[in-house]
């Protein structure tokens, strides 16, 4: 069964650092382009970066460049997010998802992981 | 990036047919034929319902359809059914590798 699990999500106090996990399971990961995109507590979908098969292919969203790192671990299966620099309009639920290439749509979605900053 | 304007709500009957529309410009509705649309349950991850525009995947009830017409895309449930009370979110690529989505419609099956 094809899939993704997310975690790392908590409490941080704003200026701080988190790193999100997304763990596949049941396709080549390493296949797919791979993007994370948040939900702010009662909001919208915004998409915030995404990582082709290759590592260097990498995009932000302009509310998060410089600030957040994508990255993925092919033998491991696994994507990454660290975020630094933490604002309070950083709190949202952090989903990952996969397309195959940078055209095709967000066709698998994980169960997402909340990440709240707050004092 | 800019978001996608969609109406705040929808709703309809069972049966009847609810279309939500989403507005964009010429560079990204109306600029590629890389739409999709989302289903969101409360406290539940989006689904894919439809891609490029007016593709659906696999499994997805044929209820569901899409359409473009300009910078203006739209989805259409014929025969809304009780399940289908969700929130959707269109999605466009923008170019130079940027996706921007939808402000997000809340469907109400009356």
């Known amino acids: 069964q094809e899939q993704l699990v997310e975690s790392g999500g908590g409490l941080v106090k704003p200026g701080g650092s988190q790193r999100l996990s997304c763990a596949a399971s049941?396709?080549?990961?390493?296949?797919?382009?791979m993007r994370w995109i948040r939900q702010a507590p009662g909001k919208g979908l915004e998409w915030i970066s995404y990582?082709?098969?290759?590592?260097?292919?990498?995009k932000y969203a302009d509310s998060v460049k410089g600030r957040f790192t994508i990255s993925r671990d092919d033998a491991k299966n696994s994507l990454y997010l660290q975020m630094n620099s933490l604002r309070v309009e950083d709190t949202a639920v952090y989903y990952c998802?996969?397309?195959?290439?940078?055209?095709?749509?967000?066709?698998?979605w994980g169960l997402g992981t909340m990440v709240t900053v707050s004092s | 990036q800019s978001v996608l304007s969609q109406p705040p709500s929808a709703s309809g009957s069972p049966g009847q047919s609810v279309s939500i529309s989403c507005t964009g410009t010429?560079?990204?509705?109306?600029?590629?034929?890389?739409v999709s649309w989302y289903q969101q349950h409360p406290g539940k991850a989006p689904k894919l319902i439809i891609y490029?525009?007016?593709k659906r995947p696999s499994g997805v009830p044929d209820r569901f359809s899409g359409s473009k017409s300009s910078n203006r895309a739209s989805l259409t449930v014929s025969g809304i059914q009780a399940e289908d009370e969700a929130d959707y979110y269109c999605?466009?690529?923008?170019?130079?590798?940027?996706?921007?989505f939808g402000s997000g419609t809340k469907v109400t099956v009356l």
């Open positions: 998802a996969r397309s195959y290439t940078i055209y095709d749509p967000f066709e698998i």
């Open positions: 049941g396709f080549t990961f390493s296949d797919y382009y």
């Open positions: 990582i082709g098969s290759s590592s260097w292919n990498t």
């Open positions: 010429s560079s990204d509705v109306g600029g590629y034929n890389y």
């Open positions: 490029e525009v007016n």
């Open positions: 999605c466009s690529y923008a170019g130079s590798n940027n996706y921007v």
